[in-house]
T-cell receptor, first 117, second 110 residues
Framework: DTGVSQNPRHKITKRGQNVTFRCDPISEHNRLYWYRQTLGQGPEFLTYFQNEAQLEKSRLLSDRFSAERPKGSFSTLEIQRTEQGDSAMYLC???????????????FGPGTRLTVL | KNEVEQSPQNLTAQEGEFITINCSYSVGISALHWLQQHPGGGIVSLFMLSSGKKKHGRLIATINIQEKHSSLHITASHPRDSAVYICAVGGPGTASKLTFGTGTRLQVTL
């Protein structure tokens, strides 16, 4: 399967614990996005990478959140000192980036559902 | 006011009906995306368009850039079309990050 994969698919944790999620994009895609979706809402942008560079972070991404893409391939999203409000589906998407400009289709992973007790 | 508004929020149809979901946006965009999300969370891209009309099977998407409005049509709806349909817009910059609507929950019954 050459689609976007995310691990784990589900994570249940206690308030105050740290969690880390992983996203493996489609191999030739140099753009990687993280989104968060709460129940009944559309996803919201968190951050994105072009290769290993983190180019933009949303104000939603508090200092408890950190994301990395160390070699420009897979990415990790870590949440420290989790709070109940962090409970959500965390979605990863990847896309190619063309230097000629224009929009690119994003391919989504299955998401990681986080429940903070 | 959200930057991307969808209507209706919920839609129930009988098998075979023609369905229309609407999306309005208030910002400049590079492209508009229609996405499908099934229970369990997985999102599939249906269309990406910046002008005119696209068709894939029983699905048709149109966009009017001047009016900042797009529609997704499903012809001859089927119960397997039951899902949440999400409109998302990519900004005019190079980031192409998406801003999403809240989705339209469609249920097609026999």
């Amino acid at each position: 399967d050459t689609g976007v994969s995310q691990n784990p698919r589900h994570k249940i944790t206690k308030r105050g614990q740290n969690v880390t999620f992983r996203c493996d994009p489609i191999s030739e895609h140099n753009r990687l996005y993280w989104y968060r979706q709460t129940l009944g809402q559309g996803p919201e942008f968190l951050t994105y990478f072009q290769n290993e560079a983190q180019l933009e972070k949303s104000r939603l991404l508090s200092d408890r959140f950190s994301a990395e893409r160390p070699k420009g391939s897979f990415s990790t999203l870590e949440i420290q000192r989790t709070e109940q409000g962090d409970s959500a589906m965390y979605l990863c998407a990847s896309s190619p980036f063309r230097t000629s400009g224009g929009a690119n289709e994003q391919f989504f992973g299955p998401g990681t559902r986080l429940t903070v007790l | 006011k959200n930057e991307v508004e969808q209507s209706p929020q919920n839609l129930t149809a009988q098998e075979g009906e023609f369905i229309t979901i609407n999306c309005s946006y208030s910002v400049g965009i590079s492209a508009l995306h229609w996405l499908q999300q099934h229970p369990g969370g997985g999102i599939v891209s249906l269309f990406m368009l910046s002008s005119g009309k696209k068709k894939h099977g029983r699905l048709i998407a149109t966009i009017n850039i001047q009016e900042k409005h797009s529609s997704l049509h499903i012809t001859a709806s089927h119960p397997r079309d039951s899902a949440v349909y999400i409109c998302a817009v990519g900004g005019p910059g190079t980031a192409s990050k998406l801003t999403f609507g809240t989705g339209t929950r469609l249920q097609v019954t026999l």
